[in-house]
C-alpha cells in the first residue's frame, strides 16, 4: 500500500536556508529524548506507538503540581486534536475552550519547568477554514477571523489552544512546534470526516469542488519526530503529496453523490446539531464539502516526505468503516443501515429530518 514512497530524510540543502530552532539537528553523540506525549483517543496512542523508546504517556496534566508528571522529559508533545468524535466532551464551547486554554498553559508551564527542550503541539489545518474555491494552506499562511458559529466545536477547540501555544512561541525557551494536518486517517480514527464515508450517499455542495487530501496518522507522528530531530519551530502543515479530485474518490469509495444547496445543507445541519442529531456543529460540515489542502512548505524544505498517499490513506480509511453507516455524522444502527443503504440519499435526507422532528416533538412539555 505503501508503495514506492520516499520515507522522511535529511535534506541536502544547507542549515542556513531552513527556518529553524538554534540547531538544525540532534548531534549523533546527544542522549535519547525523553519523550512524553500528553492526550487520549487514537491520535495520542498512534504518535506514542510510532514514537518507540523512551516514551511515556500522560491522558492529561493535574491542576496541583502538573510538571511532576513530566518529570524527566526533553520532548513534550501535546496531541490537541484527540480524532476522537466519541470522546468529545458533552460541554458548552466556553466551557471547552476555557478548559482546553487552562490545560495548555499548564502543559506549555510545566514543559518549562522541567527544563524541556521541545514542545510539539499537534492541531489540524482546520484552524484555516474551509471554503468554496479555497487556495492551498501554506506554512505562513495567516489564521482568518473565526465567526462565532466557526468556534463551536473542534475548531474554536484548537484555536483557543494555539492561542496559548502562539505566546509560548515568543519565549525562548522550549522550541514550541505547531503541526497543522490535513484529515488525519488511521485504525481507531473517528472524525466528522471519516464518518463522512460513513453515509450513504457522498454530500456535496452545488457550485463547490471538493478536492480530498489526507495524511496517515503513521506520517503524522514521523514529521512530529523530523521536526524535533531537526528543531523545526512554529507552524508546520503536513500533508500527503497527493490531492485526490472528487471523481476519483466516488471511484474508489464505490459511492454516489447527493447534490444540495449550500443554504439546505447547512441549514439542516444546524437544525440537526441544535436538537442533538448531529454530534458536530453544522460549521464543520464546511470540512467535509469544500477544500482546505495543506502545501507542507517548511518540511518539505528540511527533507522530509510522506510514506503514504492520499489514495492510500483513502482505502485505509474505507477500511476502517466498511460496514458503519453514518447519517449526518451520527452512526445508525444495523437494522437502520440496510434500509439507508437501499434507499439512497434522498430517503436518508428525508430520515434525518424525521429524526429532527421526533426529537423537537420529544422537547416539548
Not at 495524511?215 to 530531530?229: C, G, I, Y
Given at each position: 500500500?505503501?508503495?514506492?514512497q520516499?520515507?522522511?530524510?535529511?535534506?541536502?540543502?544547507?542549515?542556513?536556508?531552513?527556518?529553524?530552532?538554534?540547531?538544525?539537528?540532534?548531534?549523533?553523540?546527544?542522549?535519547?529524548?525523553?519523550?512524553?506525549i500528553?492526550?487520549?483517543?487514537?491520535?495520542?496512542?498512534?504518535?506514542?506507538?510510532?514514537?518507540?523508546?523512551?516514551?511515556?504517556?500522560?491522558?492529561?496534566?493535574?491542576?496541583?503540581?502538573?510538571q511532576?508528571a513530566?518529570?524527566?522529559?526533553?520532548?513534550?508533545?501535546?496531541?490537541?486534536?484527540?480524532?476522537?468524535?466519541?470522546?468529545?466532551?458533552?460541554?458548552?464551547?466556553?466551557e471547552?475552550?476555557?478548559?482546553?486554554?487552562?490545560?495548555?498553559?499548564?502543559?506549555?508551564?510545566?514543559?518549562?519547568?522541567?527544563?524541556?527542550?521541545?514542545?510539539?503541539?499537534?492541531?489540524?489545518?482546520?484552524?484555516?477554514?474551509?471554503?468554496?474555491?479555497?487556495?492551498?494552506?501554506?506554512?505562513?499562511?495567516p489564521?482568518?477571523?473565526?465567526?462565532?458559529?466557526?468556534?463551536?466545536?473542534?475548531?474554536?477547540?484548537l484555536?483557543?489552544?494555539?492561542?496559548?501555544?502562539?505566546?509560548?512561541?515568543?519565549?525562548?525557551?522550549?522550541?514550541?512546534?505547531?503541526?497543522?494536518?490535513?484529515?488525519?486517517?488511521?485504525?481507531?480514527?473517528?472524525?466528522?470526516?471519516?464518518?463522512?464515508?460513513e453515509?450513504?450517499?457522498?454530500?456535496?455542495?452545488?457550485g463547490?469542488?471538493?478536492?480530498?487530501?489526507f495524511?496517515?496518522?503513521?506520517?503524522?507522528?514521523?514529521?512530529?519526530?523530523?521536526?524535533?530531530?531537526h528543531r523545526?519551530?512554529?507552524?508546520?502543515?503536513?500533508?500527503?503529496?497527493?490531492?485526490?479530485?472528487?471523481?476519483?474518490?466516488?471511484?474508489?469509495?464505490?459511492?454516489?453523490?447527493?447534490?444540495?444547496?449550500?443554504?439546505?445543507?447547512f441549514?439542516?445541519?444546524?437544525?440537526?446539531?441544535?436538537?442533538?442529531?448531529?454530534p458536530?456543529?453544522?460549521?464543520?460540515?464546511?470540512f467535509?464539502?469544500?477544500?482546505?489542502?495543506v502545501?507542507?512548505?517548511?518540511?518539505?524544505?528540511?527533507?522530509?516526505?510522506?510514506?503514504?498517499?492520499?489514495?492510500?490513506?483513502l482505502?485505509?480509511?474505507?477500511?476502517?468503516v466498511?460496514?458503519?453507516?453514518?447519517?449526518?455524522?451520527?452512526?445508525?444502527?444495523?437494522?437502520?443501515?440496510?434500509?439507508?443503504?437501499?434507499?439512497?440519499?434522498?430517503?436518508?435526507?428525508?430520515?434525518?429530518?424525521?429524526?429532527?422532528?421526533?426529537?423537537?416533538?420529544?422537547?416539548?412539555?
Open positions: 500500500m505503501v508503495g514506492e520516499i520515507r522522511s530524510g535529511r535534506s541536502t540543502r544547507r542549515d542556513d536556508d531552513l527556518s529553524t530552532g538554534p540547531a538544525d539537528a540532534a548531534r549523533p553523540d546527544e542522549p535519547a529524548d525523553e519523550v512524553i500528553v492526550g487520549r483517543g487514537p491520535i495520542a496512542s498512534a504518535v506514542a506507538a510510532a514514537w518507540g523508546e523512551n516514551v511515556r504517556t500522560v491522558d492529561e496534566l493535574p491542576v496541583d503540581s502538573p511532576d513530566l518529570v524527566g522529559a526533553t520532548v513534550v508533545v501535546l496531541v490537541a486534536h484527540a480524532g476522537d468524535l466519541v470522546g468529545s466532551p458533552a460541554k458548552s464551547r466556553r471547552r475552550e476555557a478548559a482546553v486554554v487552562a490545560h495548555t498553559q499548564r502543559v506549555v508551564g510545566a514543559a518549562r519547568a522541567v527544563g524541556a527542550r521541545h514542545v510539539v503541539a499537534i492541531g489540524s489545518a482546520v484552524v484555516h477554514g474551509a471554503w468554496a474555491d479555497r487556495p492551498v494552506i501554506h506554512d505562513v499562511d489564521l482568518p477571523r473565526a465567526d462565532e458559529a466557526a468556534r463551536d466545536g473542534l475548531v474554536g477547540d484555536l483557543a489552544a494555539e492561542a496559548v501555544l502562539e505566546r509560548a512561541r515568543r519565549r525562548k525557551a522550549p522550541l514550541v512546534t505547531v503541526l497543522r494536518p490535513a484529515a488525519v486517517v488511521g485504525v481507531g480514527i473517528d472524525t466528522f470526516v471519516t464518518r463522512h464515508f453515509a450513504p450517499r457522498l454530500l456535496t455542495v452545488r463547490a469542488v471538493r478536492q480530498w487530501q495524511l496517515h496518522v503513521e506520517d503524522l507522528a514521523a514529521a512530529a519526530q523530523f521536526a524535533v530531530a523545526l519551530a512554529g507552524v508546520l502543515t503536513v500533508g500527503a503529496d497527493d490531492v485526490l479530485e472528487p471523481a476519483d474518490v466516488e471511484a474508489a469509495a464505490g459511492m454516489r453523490r447527493v447534490e444540495l444547496a449550500a443554504a439546505t445543507a441549514g439542516t445541519a444546524e437544525r440537526l446539531h441544535r436538537v442533538g442529531v448531529l458536530a456543529p453544522a460549521s464543520e460540515l464546511a467535509v464539502v469544500y477544500p482546505w489542502t502545501a507542507t512548505d517548511r518540511l518539505r524544505e528540511a527533507g522530509w516526505a510522506p510514506r503514504w498517499s492520499s489514495a492510500a490513506c482505502d485505509v480509511l474505507l477500511e476502517g466498511q460496514g458503519r453507516v453514518a447519517v449526518a455524522g451520527r452512526r445508525v444502527g444495523t437494522r437502520d443501515a440496510a434500509a439507508l443503504g437501499a434507499a439512497g440519499a434522498a430517503v436518508a435526507l428525508i430520515g434525518t429530518a424525521a429524526v429532527w422532528r421526533q426529537a423537537r416533538a420529544r422537547r416539548r412539555p
